[in-house]
Each structure stands twice: as C-alpha cells, then as structure tokens.
C-alpha cells in the first residue's frame, strides 16, 4: 500500500501543519491539535465546535470558517479526540453567547465530549450538544452503539452555523441542529476498504466483483456483502434504504458524498441514478451537494444522505460560507 | 519533593504482608506500560477485525505517557497514583479506550482513598468500584463482548482470595478475554457487524487481559522482593 505520507505516527500533525500554511485564515494548533477561525472569538455570536477522528476530510478542520464551524478538534486517525482539545477549543471561541458541541454517535465521540462539555461548564461556559445519528444501515440499534452519524453532520454544521452567524441565542442554535440532525437520514456503500497510515493496508478483504451496502465511515464492514451492482441498482438500494426511515415527505436536501477514492465522474453518474429514483418516488429535491466531504480515506465508494427541509432550512442552506471545504455565497 | 516517594530508591517496598504501597501501585502501571507496548501490535491486528486498527497503537500512547508521568515522580499514595494514571490516560489515548480506562483508574484510585497502603481486600473492593463505574460510562453489561468481560472475573477472583492471589485475578482476566471471542459485540464499533462480530477475540477486553497481568506481575515482584 503506497501512501504520500512521512511515517503513521506524525499523519495527523503533519497534515495539520499543511493546512496552517494553506489556510492564514485559520489559527491551527499543531501542538493542542486544535483548528480555530483566526477571529474567534466572534461578539454576539454563539459558537460552534465539532470533532472526531481524523480521515474523514475535509470534515472537521475543512468546515471552520464564516458561517459554519468556529473551531475543530481532530483526533488521530478514526479516533475520537480527547476532552482536552475539546475544553481547549471551547475556551478560543467562547465570545460569551454559549458553545454547541456537534457530536457523531460513536461511543468515543460521545464520551470524550460529555466530559468535556463537563469541564468547559465548570470553566463557566455556557453548553449545549447536538448528537448526529443519521446512519440507517445500523438497524438494530438498541442491541449496538445506535446508529452512526456519517453525512448528516455536515447538513448539522452548515445549517447550524448560518443560524449562529445571523445571532440567533444559542436554544435556538441548539434547537435547529437538533431537527436537522434527527430528521437526516444516511446510507453507505463500499467497492473497496480503507487502509489507514498504522495498519498499512486493507482494513477488510473485498473480493474483486464484491460490494458492501450499508457501510460506515470508519472500514467496518457494513450490513450485507453483495455481487457487484451497477450504479443504478446501488442508486435504488441506498434511496429504498434511506426513504424507508425518512421521517417526513418535504422537499430534500441531497448529499451525494463520495467515500475518498471513488472520481466526480462516478460520483456524478451516481448522483443523476439517486434523482432517478427519488423522481420515481416522488420525493422533490430542493437542494443538491455532490462531491467527498465526509470521507474514509481512501475509501471508494459512496453515501446518500437526505435532510428534509422547510423554508427556513433552505435559506439557511444558501447562506453565506467560506471554509476551505464548502464556499459560497461569499 | 515533598509527599512523593521514588520508586525503586528504597522507599517504597511494594508489597509486604500488610498490604501494598505507592511503589507497588507505579510497578503495576510499568509493567501495564511494557505489556501495552509489547503486544500493541497483536492488539490492532484483533481491533482490524471487528473494530478500526488503532487499539494497540493508542494504548501504548496512552501508557507511554503514564510511565512519563511517573518517571517525574511517584505521586505519595496509592490512590494518587491510580488517579494521576487515569487522567493521563483520558488525556492522551482518545476513542472510547481513554475514558474508560481513565475511569477505572481514577475510580479505584479515588475508592482507595488517601492511605499510604492498603491491603489486598482494599484493592479488590476499589477494583471493582472502578469497574463499576466503567460499566456505568459504557452502558454496558457482561457478555456485550467489551472490556469489562475481562475485568467482571478478574475483580471476582480477587475478591475471592480475599485480595490475595493476583495470578488467580489475571488468570481469569485472560479466560474471559478469550471467551469474548464466541459473543456477539453490542457495544462499541464492533457492534454494527451484528453477527459477524463473533469469532474473534474483543481487543478491549485482550487490553484489560495485559492489565491484569501486569498487576500479578507487580505482586510477584513484590513476592520475590519482601
């Protein structure tokens, strides 16, 4: 397995040291392990502050900027960040008007930010947490850890962040984060496994000619190994799944995310099968985002994620952004 | 430094027929150290399965960090050193292996409470505190294929002996360790494979496994030592 790295123990550091001179916008600190907006913290406005294990790009560190996240903790590869980070990235955004945690459901995610979110109360910030479960592939999910947040999470970020930039007090903040995380609903597939840096190769054998639906984005296996599907039929299999548990029949916002190493070319292709079948069930698409934005490394293969949307959604959708890795409207 | 003794300079024995010490409680974190970075590799290779591949390699972060720790300066109490073994551990391995270890720590530490030595009934009762309120952060219970099915018997042998036989602790740290390989995971990563958890061997439970061992080795250098 090649990899354009130095040695796996300095992947995390070395890639947050590229990303300080990418990015002057940004504070990034290589030693905390903390990327932050460079004007934070920003008066009158509550904060936003995500994390998770690193792999995933552009999420966290690639969403910090207007209109989005005010500061990200990454953690090495597929692990979740310590408390410390969280606590220290917390303390750099905090403008007075609270902090919203934005949390992926992975029982370390969960618990390094509640103590956390513990340790920054007593420090005397003001906390609210959302929790990002959208994955529709973990079925069973009072017998496992619940089901994963994947996709969703950046829908959560964006649509929270705008609202944190026009003002709004931090309930509300908190309370729009949560709709969107729990109306969002998420589906993987696999055509290949990630090798992350310390492993060195594949984290699962994927025969040639095999796929795995309802994968997550940490190189677990997913639900159900199958022969090769065309694009299409891996269209239909992931809307059905999605749909099945989509609690509303609005207009949807679409996240058409490619899984690390699967080309815009594919990914496109596979973006007009899912408007196919979403036509086909008569669900409205109001929005589109194609491209690989949460990510498994290299992962080939892709996610669907649908958030349903009203009109205050929408206009919070098509808000100003400008992050290194979502930017319009600026 | 005052309130601090250091390890291995002769004021600390370790164990002895009334208990043990500071010194006793630091062994045990080095040898948990050596045991970590030793089989760290075995330990990814089980998390490749069923989980992300980085078990081992956090928890050797992790304990390097805690032997750094106590090379500064063995805290004066048992208690203390558990205690400063936990934070470090929250503060330096992340995913879910560093709050829960961290809590056992912290919690057996915090339960042991400010004596210079305590006895061996002493520890099993704190061990089993800590593993108490590991069960309590995870949410989860015996046969979910975590951690906790290594420590659960480990702590009851030890309990048993009247906090005497360490090896008859460790021993059944690492049959239960084993026998998480036939349970099907309902907590952690490993849970979302569903059935196709079983058949391999918990590498949460393989690290609690090397804790325990490292304890009954920090006993039997205290044996040979007294």
Known sequence: MRMLINVPETVVPDALRGMAAAHPELTVDVDRRIVVRRDAPVAGKVALVSGGGSGHE????????????????????????????????????????????????????????????????????RLAKVLVQDDVAVTDSTHTAGRRGTGATLFVEKIAGALAAEGAPLERVADTARRVAESSRSFGVA???????????????????????????????????????????????????????????????????????????????????????LAERRVPVARTLVGNYVTSLDMAGASVTLCPADEELLRLWDAPVRTPGLRWGV | MSGKVTNGAGEGTGGSAEGWDAAFFARWMRAAADAVDREADRLTELDSAIGDADHGGNMRRGFEAVRSELDEGVPATPGSVLMTAGRKLVSTVGGASGPLYGTLLRRTGKTLGDAEVVTGEELAGALSAGIDAVAQLGGAAAGDKTMLDALRPAADALADSGGKDLRAARTAAEKGAEETTGLQARKGRASYLGERSIGHQDPGAASAALLMAALAEAGGEAEGSA
């Open chain 1, 58 to 125: 552009p999420l966290h560190g690639g969403f910090v900027g207007p209109g989005m996240l005010d500061a990200a903790c990454p953690g090495e590869v597929f692990t979740s960040p310590v408390p410390d980070q969280m606590v220290a990235a917390a303390a750099a955004v905090d403008s007075g008007e609270g902090v919203l945690f934005v949390v992926k459901n992975y029982t370390g995610d969960v618990l390094n930010f509640d103590m956390a979110a513990e340790l920054a109360e007593d420090e005397g910030v």
């Open chain 1, 191 to 277: 055509l290949s496994a990630c090798s992350t840096p310390s492993k060195g190769g594949p984290m699962f054998e994927l025969p040639p000619g095999e796929l795995e639906l309802g994968v997550g984005i940490h190189g677990e296996p997913g639900r159900e190994r199958r022969a090769m599907m065309t694009s299409g039929e891996i269209a239909q299999a992931a809307v059905d799944a999605v749909l099945e548990e989509l609690p509303s029949d609005q207009p949807v916002l679409a996240l058409v995310n490619g899984m690390g190493a699967t080309p815009l070319l594919e990914l496109y292709g596979f973006c007009g099968e899912v408007h196919r079948v």
